[in-house]
Structures are given as C-alpha cells and as structure tokens.
C-alpha cells in the first residue's frame, strides 16, 4: 500500500485528529485525567509539534529499550542517545522498583518532551521489577470456572495502579494468543485458554482492569502466535492456516477486544501466508496485515505498536533501519526496539526528504503519538507524587491470589468427586505441602461403596501397593549405600549367593533398582508358594528359575526388588521391616506406618479393604497386603506390603525434600539423594532414577502431571496410590486410596487420570515456582 492510500485511510478512521474510540460495551475503562478536554489536548499538541523537526517528529514513534545493568558509563550512554536521538518513549525490561523509579524520574526530567514509559509486565511488575509482585500466568487464571473471570479483572487493575504509581503508562499486555499448538515454544501458559472465547473473555477482563487505571492494555500478538512451533525472537514462523480458520481462532479475541475499547494492539512477526504473498515478510511490515486486516476490516483506531524490532524474526531479513521505515509505511505508530536508533531514524528521515506524503504520515503519527501521550498523564506530569509498590500493594495482590487458589481448591474437590461418583475409587486422602507448608489437606468418600460405610478421615491406614519399593527397600538400599555396607555396582549374587551360577549373577545393585536387569515384569509365583512349607523360600526359587528377559532395556519389575528387599535382609542382618522401622519409621515418629500393620497395634477398623480376593484368599482383603505374592511371603518384601497415611508418607517426602534431614536429624545425605535421583540408564531409554519413578523424558503422559520438572520423582501403586518430590518448586503431593475395592479392573482411576489431574492442579495453584505470591493454607 503506498503512502497516499495509508494517509486516505488514516484519515478515514480519524487518526490526524484524534484517536476516536471504537464502540464499547459497558462503562468506559479509563481514568479520565486532570487535563482530559480534546481542545487542550490539540492545543498541547500543536504546540510540542510547532518547532519539531522532521527527525524529531520520527524520533517521537520509537520506544527503546533501557538496558541492563544502567551505571557509570552505560548509564551515562544511555543519557546521551536520549538526549541526541529525543525518543519518543523507553521500556524496562529488568531490574527492581527501587532503582527503575529513580531512572524514570531522571529520564523524564531530561528529555524535552515527556517520555511514554512502557513495560512488559503480563503477569505483574514482579516479572521484570524482582522486588514487586508477580501474579500467576494466564493459563492459570484460564483454568478458572467463568463466575470468577472478575478475578482477573482485579488482578489486571491492582497491576495498571501500581505502574501509574511508579510513573508507567503502558502494559504490553494481556496475552490474547489462543494455546492451539502444545509445541509452541514461546507462548504456552502465557495464553489463557486454547478456546478463543475463554482467552477473549480473560483478556477482556484484564483489559479493562488496566485501563481503570489510566494504563494503556496493549492486546498481543496479533494476528495470532498461538499455533507456531517457532519462537520470532529467534527466526520467522510460519502459519499456514486458511483466512476461515484465523478469522474463527486466532482473530476472535483481538476482534472482541477491539469492541470493548483495548487502547493498544502489538502486532507479531510471523510469515502468515493467508495474508500476506511476500515471503520472508512478517506482518508486522505487512501492510495487509497492520492497515487491511487490523485497521480496515477489524476497525482499530488505537495504537498500534510493532513487536520488538531487534528480535531475530525482522532483523535476519531487514537490516539498517529498513525495518522501522517498512513498520512506519505498513501503518504502525510506534516502533518499539529498533535495533540500531540513529540508523532507523536515519532511514526514515532519508526517505521522507522526497516523499511528502511520507512527511504527512510521520506528522499524523508523531500527533497520535502525543495525543496518546495527553491522554495517559503525559503533559502532566507528577513525579513528586510517584512511588514503588508497597506492602499493601502486596497483600492486595495476595488476597486475588489466595482467592484464586481457595477455587483451585474447589477445582481438586470436583474432580474428586467426580471419580466418587463414576466408582473410580471410594474414598482418598490427599496431602500436600510446599517447602515444609502445608498446602492441601483433605479426605473424601468413604472406605467402601455402602452408603452406610465410615467416611475417610486422615486416620484411615491405606495399603500403599509399589510405593513400598521408594519408601521402604529404596530408603534401605540408600542407608547401606551411605553406609558403604554396600555398593550400587555390586552384582545382587555377591549378597544373595542363590544367584550365582544362573543368568541372574550379574545383575547390579543398580540395575535392580533402575528396572535395567532383564528381569520378567511378575509373575504369579503364589500360586506354588502358597502350598509349599517355606513360601518364602518357594518364591526365591520361582524368581531364581525365570529366564531373564531377551533384550536388555527398560521392563518395570517386582522381581527386583523383592531381591532387593532380601539383599537388605543379608546385609543388614535385620528384615526389611525392622530395617526401615529402626533407621526411619520409628525415630521420624511414623506411628501409622507398618508391614502387616495389625500385628502392630492398628485397628483393622482403620485400614481400607482393598480388593475382595476370589482367586487365593476368598475373602475381602483388608489389614493384610492386597498383593498375593507379598501376602505369601508373610506380608513383608521389597516390592510391595507397607501401609500408611498421607501424614506419615509426608515426612518421608519432606524428609528427601529437606536433602535428607526431618526434625533436625539427618537420616541420609544430600549427596545420596541427589545420585540416587539420576537417570543412570537415560542413554538406554530408562526414565527412571534409582528406586525412583520420573517423569517422561521427551513426551508428555508419565506417571506424574506435565508440569512436574525433571528433577521431580516418587512413585505410584496398584491400590491407586501416588507420592511424588519436586525439588525444583519445594513441592510433595500424597494421594492414597483403595481404588481396587471391590474388583481391581477396570481401573478407571488411571484411565480418568485422577491422581494426575490433582497433581495439576497444585501446580496451578502454586504457578509452578510461586515467585512473588504467597501461599495459601488450604483444607482441613
């Protein structure tokens, strides 16, 4: 589009004399200030415009960004290329409060004409200020039922008061990308929802929270960044889709906000083909993006403002300011970041020398620059009165905060109770707790299905299936490997000498624990032992007579830690039970966690039945292990027989958490922990670490949620129990229940992915690192 046809269609939509508002809905959302009466404000402008030049008329549409790290000679180069180039705004992008504000102050009071201070703040000031408050991320609050949608219109208006309290008139934000590609790599839970009208509303909300404050919402990233697998800091994505499909998906929420008033529209740099022939030109540049699309067909008469222009997706295919000259021509009004100022303004001025219709159109974007600058306080400025956040800031962000997550809470009771009513278990405990606090405490249903049965309390003794192997045979094996009574590249065979002389001599201790030693998954070794005069020992001679598996890869195995459990035995010359019980249950003050817990004083009343046995025992099972071939071998092995409650299990987990101390006492080193959590045979495809479950390493649908790290670990059970460490954000999360009562299949508690699902939620609720906000204490 040449310059004559933007200039006609600029004046079309009022863009010389003003920025006329798009039909709204509803109330207005901007503070009106002081100085709010359009002949004052045309007068001010005429008269800041009456002895600019043409380069200081270019210079008003940039916005540069404030580098890091500004003292002694870096500051004092900043100052300078303020005061020679006369920008028309700068933008922070790091630091604290306490130190921006004074730069602010000082910037503001060199330059001749008042500064557009903007900031890239989407989730709170606290995600570039480090001393100020960061919300959580969008995606959390797209998790949200509808009703509490003004949650977020409260977040956006406590972030819009505390940048006009420090002096900041731009947010460049919300985030109105729709998630529709899992793959992307830079926008993810940054966007609200992947349903178009779930980001709209949310973003709507935000908006208009901002914008009461008297700070510009800047809608991003249009036309849409939702569905790239490209990151445009980087190089230029690419998207394919039809106009129908951008129109449907990824232009609904700009369209909607555009309605309700969004003062400020960001446009991407992405190659869409649906728009735009020219290859290897982002539509940011595209005229048939920014004026035909943006403008003409969606109606935007605010301001519209280019993604970085330093970013890799405009410089790797314009360069020495053609980049600012094509944004400038393509119709955008301010040009954030261009890479090199002087040069871009440079540029800009060279082609205008020759062009007037080009010198028409940088005026009227050099007037809707200062119109914009009037309205958001620009001409009056106050610095006496401006300030950092403070404590209250805080506790009022903290109060949205806690309310969001006493939701998430309710979140966690609804899927629950949905796995209730579909008989996916009948009852549970969950437990959480984040860096030794207590998060989430609760428990639901009943121990049985009967109307009448007694309800779960956080009393109720659960059999705790596999998670016997991480709490029990793997806290023994560490004990002894810390110890040196044994080394984990010792074969099993040098302890269990049965071994030796078959195919099993020289499986490793770590081989065993890591599920690496060909071992056959289980077997129904029961169904011999339960006849034999030793069943222990019938066992042993089953598992020592199985072939071991071909192939030497990854095959989760009980038959490895049942050896492990009796290596635990030889060594130590205790059984496991009394092992563990000694160095751990007993001094961390475990009073409900037993092998064979009736034999130890636990009333069967307390324990939840499991499975109603119609094969060995014919009877419901309940205060004995579910697992035949642990009930065989007396209730006691390595991989499966321990009870509990998500109490005791939680100082175990808080125990590995704290690097191996609970209460004061060290029970195991740090250094143990820490090696035993590696993935020893990552190369061989083995997610595992040493007796430890992990999460998936390059795809999504292990045994833990998606947004548990890598660095996180524990384990789950048959019964339908779970307990997983997450160094990385200090969280443990415990669930427990008897989902196999009365029948073990279908296991619906896998296939609707309770266990997980709540796991997510926490996440939620704690923003994966919690950086800025406090923690809410939730449950009973």
Same mark, same amino acid.
């Given at each position: ?619 419901? #099972? +309940?205060?004995? !292990?579910?697992? @035949? ?5 007396? %209730?006691?092995?390595?991989? $499966? =027989? ?111 992915? #309770? +266990?997980?699902? !709540?796991?997510? @939620? ?5 923003? %994966?690192?919690?950086?800025? $906000? =406090? ?6």
């Amino acid at each position: 589009m040449c310059v004559a046809m933007l200039l006609s269609a600029a004046l079309c939509y009022g863009q010389v004399h003003g920025m006329k508002r798009s039909p709204r809905k509803g109330n207005p959302t901007r503070v009106q200030t002081r100085r709010s009466s359009p002949r004052m404000a045309t007068a001010w402008i005429d008269a800041t415009m009456k002895d600019m030049t043409l380069r200081q008329k270019v210079a008003q549409l940039m916005v540069i960004r404030v580098p890091l790290e500004l003292e002694g000679t870096r500051q004092q180069e900043f100052e300078q290329l303020l005061h020679e180039t006369e920008v028309g705004g700068v933008c922070f992008f790091v630091g604290t409060a306490g130190k921006t504000l004074p730069l602010i102050k000082r910037f503001q009071n060199l330059s001749h004409v008042p500064l557009l201070v903007c900031i890239d703040a989407e989730w709170g000031l606290g995600m570039r200020l480090k001393d100020c408050f960061s919300f959580p991320q969008n995606g959390d609050w797209g998790m949200l039922p509808k009703e509490m949608d003004t949650l977020v219109y409260e977040m956006g208006r406590e972030i819009g008061g505390q940048c006009r309290k420090m002096g900041i008139h731009v947010n460049f934000a919300p985030v109105v990308d729709v998630n529709s590609n899992p793959k992307n790599p830079v926008i993810g839970p940054r966007s609200f929802s992947d349903n178009p009208q779930r980001v709209a509303d949310l973003g709507i909300q935000y908006m208009r929270g901002l914008q009461s404050q008297g700070v510009m919402a800047v809608a991003k990233h249009f036309p849409g960044h939702g569905d790239t697998e490209t990151d445009s800091h980087f190089d230029l994505p690419v998207i394919n889709h039809t106009t129908a499909y951008m129109d449907t998906v990824d232009l609904y929420p700009f369209r909607r906000l555009i309605e309700e008033g969004v003062e400020g529209v960001m446009t991407a740099h992405l190659q869409v083909n649906a728009y735009e022939r020219e290859q290897n030109h982002p539509s940011s540049l595209s005229s048939r993006v920014v004026s035909d699309l943006l403008r003409e067909q969606l109606h935007f008469d605010g301001m519209v403002i280019t993604d970085g222009l330093d970013m890799k997706g405009v410089t790797k295919y314009y360069k020495d300011g053609q980049e600012s000259l094509a944004a400038l021509m393509a119709g955008s009004d301010i040009l954030l970041l261009p890479p090199d100022v002087p040069k871009a303004i440079n540029t800009i001025c060279q082609a205008a020398e020759s062009d007037p219709d080009l010198q028409k159109l940088i005026d009227m974007r050099c007037r809707r620059m200062l119109r914009c600058k009037y309205y958001h306080g620009c001409a009056d400025l106050q610095p006496d009165k401006w300030r950092v956040p403070d404590k209250q800031d805080s506790l009022r962000c903290d109060s949205i905060v806690r309310a969001m997550r006493i939701v998430a809470e309710t979140r966690i009771d609804s899927i629950v109770n949905d796995g209730i009513a579909k008989q996916a278990f009948p009852g549970c405990q969950i437990l959480a707790m984040q860096n030794g606090r207590l998060l989430f405490r609760k428990a639901y249903g009943h121990l049985t299905y009967d109307s009448c049965a007694p309800a779960v309390t956080m009393n109720t003794v659960y059999d705790i299936a596999s998670v016997t192997k991480m709490i029990a045979t793997t806290l023994a094996v560490m004990k002894l490997v810390e110890t040196g009574r044994v080394k984990l590249s010792d074969p099993l065979s040098r302890y269990l000498p049965y071994l030796k002389h078959t195919d099993k001599e020289k499986i490793t201790i770590m081989q065993a624990l890591s599920h690496m030693g060909r071992l056959k998954a289980f077997d129904t070794y029961w169904k011999k032992a339960k006849d034999a005069d030793d069943p222990l020992a019938s066992v042993i001679e089953q598992i020592t007579a199985t072939p071991l598996l071909a192939k030497s890869e990854y095959v989760y195995s009980d038959l490895g830690f049942i050896l492990l459990g009796q290596m635990v035995q030889q060594v130590s010359g205790q059984r496991l039970d009394i092992f563990v019980q000694r160095h751990f249950y007993g001094p961390m003050g475990l009073s409900h966690t037993h092998f064979n817990p009736t034999e130890h004083g636990i009333d069967s009343n307390l324990i939840a039945p499991t499975e109603i046995d119609r094969h060995y025992r014919h009877r419901l #099972i +309940r205060g004995v !292990v579910h697992d @035949e071939n642990a009930y065989v071998m007396g %209730g006691v092995s390595g991989h $499966a =027989g321990l009870f509990s409650t998500a109490d005791d299990l939680a100082k175990i987990l808080q125990m590995l958490l704290n690097g191996g101390t609970y209460n004061g006492k060290r029970y195991l080193k740090r250094e143990v922990i820490e090696m035993f959590n590696q993935r020893h045979y990552a190369m061989q495809g083995c997610r595992r670490g040493l007796g430890f479950d992990k999460p998936l390493m390059h795809s999504t649908g292990g045994s833990a949620c998606d947004q548990a790290s890598q660095s996180s670990y524990g384990h789950t059970g048959f019964t339908g129990t779970m307990v997983w460490v997450d160094p990385e954000c200090g969280l443990i999360y415990v669930f427990l229940s008897n989902r196999v009562h009365p029948e073990a299949y279908p296991n619906k508690l896998a296939q609707m992915n #309770i +266990r997980t699902q !709540v796991q997510s @939620e926490l996440y939620n609720a704690l923003n %994966g690192k919690t950086k800025g $906000a =406090g923690i809410a204490h939730f449950g009973n």
